[in-house]
């Protein structure tokens, strides 16, 4: 009597390799399509900021400032180029934001591996802004100590290219946040003593916040 091939004798171990190839040959499509096609983040880094000017007049609640930064913008994937539609720089100081510049140097493409660099990117005016008496009391402190909390935001309209094909634009999921410390600088053209080059985080263009 002949035994017939079942998985509880002989032919388990040809069932289960039978398995695991077709699984194979379905998810490795799956897969490169996953890193062709959801890219890693563009990395942005603030590498030098000059504050000549934060004064803040209480009798008609005026923020004068002018603020220069330098930043570097990292692609670090090997097959996906980057566009750069649109870059807005706002500032925001105790979560009252008080500047928003669109920069004038754009539309740009940025290559595979690729780190591009923006200099003097200029923040410069007077806006009215109301503090209460505990951002007032954080301000003078800081205007003492000489060096000022200051969150820089960027709002960013990207396109990715795959080979010769564009992605639609894409948006940041929230803006991208740039905590700095700015020292307070004699003049424009003196490097900020003290700063140190920051990472910006909340990066998530093709990624999604929430998933972690």
Same mark, same amino acid.
């Given at each position: 009597?002949?035994?017939?091939c079942?998985c509880?004798?002989?032919?388990?171990?040809?069932?289960?390799?039978?398995y695991?190839?077709?699984?194979?040959?379905?998810?490795l499509?799956? !897969?490169?399509?996953g890193f062709?096609?959801?890219p890693?983040?563009p990395?942005?880094?603030?590498?030098?900021a000059?504050?000549?000017?934060?004064n803040?007049?209480?009798?008609?609640?005026?923020?004068d400032?002018?603020?220069?930064?330098?930043?570097t913008?990292?692609n670090?994937?090997?097959?996906?180029?980057?566009?750069?539609?649109?870059?807005?720089?706002?500032g925001?100081?105790?979560k009252?934001?008080?500047?928003? +510049?669109t920069?004038?140097?754009?539309?740009?493409?940025?290559?595979?591996?690729?780190?591009?660099d923006?200099h003097q *990117?200029?923040?410069?005016?007077?806006?009215?802004?109301?503090?209460?008496?505990?951002? !007032?009391?954080?301000?003078?402190?800081?205007t003492?100590?000489?060096i000022?909390?200051?969150?820089?935001? *960027?709002?960013?309209?990207?396109?990715?290219?795959?080979g010769?094909?564009?992605?639609?634009?894409?948006?940041?999921?929230?803006?991208?946040?740039?905590?700095?410390? +700015?020292?307070?600088s004699?003049n424009?053209?003196s490097t900020?003593?003290g700063?140190k080059?920051?990472?910006?985080?909340? +990066?998530?263009?093709?990624?999604?916040?929430?998933?972690?």
């Open positions: 009597m002949s035994r017939r079942g509880r004798f002989n032919c388990c171990p040809c069932c289960f390799w039978i695991y190839c077709t699984t194979l040959c379905f998810s499509p799956f !897969v490169i399509f062709i096609f959801f890693q983040e990395k942005f880094t603030i590498t030098n000059t504050l000549t000017q934060f803040f007049n209480s009798s008609n609640n005026t923020l400032y002018n603020l220069a930064l330098n930043m913008i990292r670090p994937n090997k097959r996906v180029g980057i566009y750069y539609r649109r870059i807005q720089v706002i925001n100081y105790r009252k934001k008080f500047a928003l +510049v920069l004038t140097t754009l539309p740009f493409y940025q290559g595979h591996k690729n780190t591009t923006l *990117l200029v923040v410069q005016g007077s806006q009215l802004v109301k503090f209460g008496k505990r951002e !007032v009391s954080q301000f003078n402190s800081e003492a100590s000489g000022y909390s200051i969150n820089v935001q *960027l709002a960013l309209r990207i396109k990715a290219r795959y010769k094909f564009k992605s639609r634009n894409y948006k940041p999921y929230r803006k991208i946040d740039c905590k700095l410390k +700015v020292p307070l004699f424009e053209t900020a003593i700063f080059a920051t990472r910006c985080g909340n +990066v998530h263009f093709f990624s999604d916040p929430d998933a972690d």
